[in-house]
């Protein structure tokens, strides 16, 4: 039997427009829009195949929509991190629960945790294969890394540490497509000679894509000349708007966290 894909997801906070900047300049979000696009996002996932699981709001968590930042997984160790700003703490324990409750349904993953000083985000981490990226960015450092590597070299991963001066995390400026080609927007990329294989998108809202399948990213609507190349380069491109989520230096990738 084949066992379908799974991410989970949580809803945007009514206060979502409060969340943290660091690149951007702030702009008004739109609450109503931003719940229609992610809607939308969780429907791109259902109509090819994923199993989406929504966990408990956090409507005190102004960025608690970004959940790819409060757990990172491998293979079967989920990793709690440490959130290098101090507004996103409060979303780990939540994610805790959620993790707890999965453990308790049968779902076969052992919880671990980067503790303080070491600081970690997940959207710092990007899995090639069997080497795992991580973004030294200012809101992960090197204490994070260093606890990071320990879960996961035991595992088989090789973990490389990627500079990070021009972007929130690391994928904001890079993701990788299913060959393991890793794209991204060269102005925001401190060293692209760090991956072996590297390809340059045109927009900066083209760096993040979402693998669906071995020949199917997602992509959003926003980077309409990425999705051109990436369709020249055989792919399936799905796109879907994320405009108000882009606002708060948010991608495609943030939003969930795939579990299998």
């Known amino acids: 039997m084949t066992t379908r894909p799974r991410i989970l997801v949580r809803p945007p906070s009514g206060q979502l427009e409060d969340g943290e900047l660091t690149h951007l300049e702030r702009q008004p979000v739109d609450a109503a829009l931003a719940r229609t696009q992610w809607d939308a996002y969780r429907a791109a996932f259902t109509a090819h195949g994923w199993e989406v699981q929504q966990i408990e709001a956090a409507e005190d968590q102004p ?3 970004f959940v790819e930042d ?3 997984m491998v293979d079967d160790a989920a ?3 440490s959130p290098g700003a101090d507004s996103r703490r409060g979303e780990v ?4 629960r959620a993790l707890e409750a999965l453990r308790e349904q ?3 993953i052992t919880v671990h945790q980067i503790t303080a000083p070491g600081t970690l985000e997940g959207g710092d981490v990007l899995k090639v294969g069997s080497t795992v990226y991580v973004g030294r960015s200012s809101r992960t450092n090197d204490e994070g890394i260093a606890q990071l590597t320990a879960i996961v070299e035991p595992l088989g991963r090789t973990v490389v540490t990627v500079p990070l001066t021009m972007a929130l995390h690391l994928k904001t400026a890079v993701t990788a497509l299913p060959d393991g080609t890793v794209i991204g927007y060269e102005p925001i990329v401190d060293d692209p000679s760090i991956f072996p294989r590297f390809l340059a998108v045109p927009e900066a809202e083209g760096t993040a894509v979402v693998v669906l399948d071995e020949t199917t990213v997602l992509l959003s609507a926003h980077a309409p000349q990425t999705a051109e190349l990436l369709r020249a380069r055989g792919l399936t491109v ?3 708007p994320v405009t108000e989520f882009e606002k708060l230096e948010g991608c495609v990738t943030c939003l969930s966290v795939r579990l299998r």
């Open 93 to 96: 324990e939540s994610m805790a």
């Open 70 to 72: 409060v757990v990172v």
């Open 79 to 81: 990793i709690l991190t």
């Open 238 to 240: 799905v796109t879907t």
């Open 63 to 65: 960025d608690g929509v």
């Open 106 to 108: 049968g779902e076969p």
